[in-house]
DNA sequence: AGGCCGCTCCCTCTTTCGGGGGATGCCGCC
DNA sequence: GGCGGCATCCCCCGAAAGAGGGAGCGGCCT
């Protein structure tokens, strides 16, 4: 589809993470596209790297829905678009001369999700590993054996989760977290 | 990518599931690749619905990720072939090939899944209803409001779930019927 | 007609959740 | 050097969850 533009021309081509970083500093490309979920090294992790050796990297994230913080992440990293694969090819071409020429373009679904939740507090690191334990099943008392911690203190970061995530209870908290792409099973 | 292929021709395109429909009604194509997440009408029941009209379709879904219960559905619907989005082009031109040539063809990823599935019992309609209401963060006393129904039957059918899905508590039977396809939020 | 299955309801009892409260130590930032 | 955020731990307590049982009823298939 790209390389029947008349202004574009497909380079390269990458499986995973490590492919795309070897490939980019052999091409370096004025655009990248980029899918988050690859075997052996992530998206979020290949546009970190590539933009610490190319800080003018100008990546697009292309992937399924994958909830707003995984967008942030993606964000944060450094892309400067985010785009569904769901939506149709002339808005990828569209997103794909609106970078080229220096702009951000982050698909309008994600934009208002990203939006809803800017003045939330992001989960810590501790809130989401007693979460993603909880999601497989584990009771406060299991999951504070898992992780070497007192079982008072996994109820202490489920209360803040529960908080922070607006749920009703654990089952909502993780289902709310799955969706939100704040945690991956 | 398929118009690139010798002895392949792309005949039509739809948004939905109704476009699908009346496309196939014009067309009749030799082969329908589905997506099954369309907005209006989903992929399922425009199977349905194509089979119902064209019990010779043969119809290829083609979809991300959305685990076996879906296949399932899917099959049962009357695909002849299931693929993963994430394939390589190779093996979708193949799979038409194949499927056109009258042969089922199913990824291999799924059909394992479905394999190991096989001798599960599925969830009754009434015990999704529930599960879906607990994905959501209501407590078993709310399930039974929302159905009219007392809140013991409501535990028993949570029982019933745990066990079918060989989950260890709510929290754990909501993520592996998400993971499965079981149920949608 | 008998049997299976799904749906419904009931009881008991222990464990776990979740909502309150408060408190302490550590680390990084201004 | 203080202040905020994070992680840790503690107490109380009512309400849920879940693991046991058992049981009746209607529809469907054989």
Redesign the interface.
Known sequence: MIAGQADMALVAEAENGEQALSAFRAHQPDITLMDV?MPTMGGIDAITAIRAEFPAARIIVLT?YEGDAQALRAIKAGAAGYLL??MLRKELVETIRSVHAGRRRIAADIASELAEHVADDELTVRERDVLAL??????NKEVAARMGISEETVKTHMKNVLTKLG??????A??VA??RGIID?
Chains 1, 2 share one sequence.
């Open positions: 979920r399924t694969k769901s909880v999601a497989v099943g584990n009771a749920a009703r209870d654990r089952t909502h993780v289902v799955l969706k099973i």
